[in-house]
């Protein structure tokens, strides 16, 4: 039997869908009127609810609101059929800034999808990777700590289907 390792945090709700991408959250600290304790498995980075009871935190279309609008200006999605594309960036440290796609897949067959996102008329992409329901595909570039103020749009394209994105997320 294989233990998991987690840890329970106070994050605020609003951050659920952005887990990753708002900063730190205070580990150990009573949650506040608008926090939601979760636990986090440190192994693969998923969070659920800590109380079972209370049942999954639900958020519509794979956690996408419908302006699009997943936190900030800085952070941006998408909803479709299967799912919702993401698209955020932050500062993940002092020295450095980070753009990130990522596509929560919640139903459909498999597809073979590429994450990147659209700088300047420039598209990056990850490596082609498959994906089924029910997971979460992620791609982060790193970049300077000013790098990210510069205006960026999430790109997913699925072989057979095409290229779907995000609305532009700004600084």
Request: net charge positive.
């Amino acid at each position: 039997m294989r233990s998991t390792l987690t840890k329970a945090l106070a994050v605020p709700a609003a951050c659920l869908a952005l887990w990753g991408t708002a900063g730190p959250a205070q580990a150990d600290a009573e949650p506040t009127a608008d926090e939601t304790t979760v636990a986090v498995n440190i192994e693969d980075g998923s969070v659920t609810p800590e109380a079972a009871a209370d049942g999954p935190v639900m958020l519509r279309s794979a956690g996408c609101p419908g302006d699009g609008y997943s936190g900030s200006a800085n952070s941006r999605c998408t909803s479709l059929t299967s799912g919702a594309l993401f698209h955020s960036k932050y500062h993940p440290n002092a020295n450095n800034g980070a753009i990130r796609t990522w596509y929560k897949k919640t139903g459909g067959s498999a597809i073979t999808v590429k994450l990147g996102y659209n700088k300047g008329g420039t598209t990056h992409y990850g490596a082609a990777v498959r994906q089924t329901s029910g997971t979460t595909k992620s791609k982060t570039w790193t970049t300077s700590y000013d790098g990210i103020c510069s205006s960026t749009v999430g790109i997913m394209s699925v072989s057979g289907q095409g290229t779907f994105q995000t609305p532009s997320a700004h600084c």
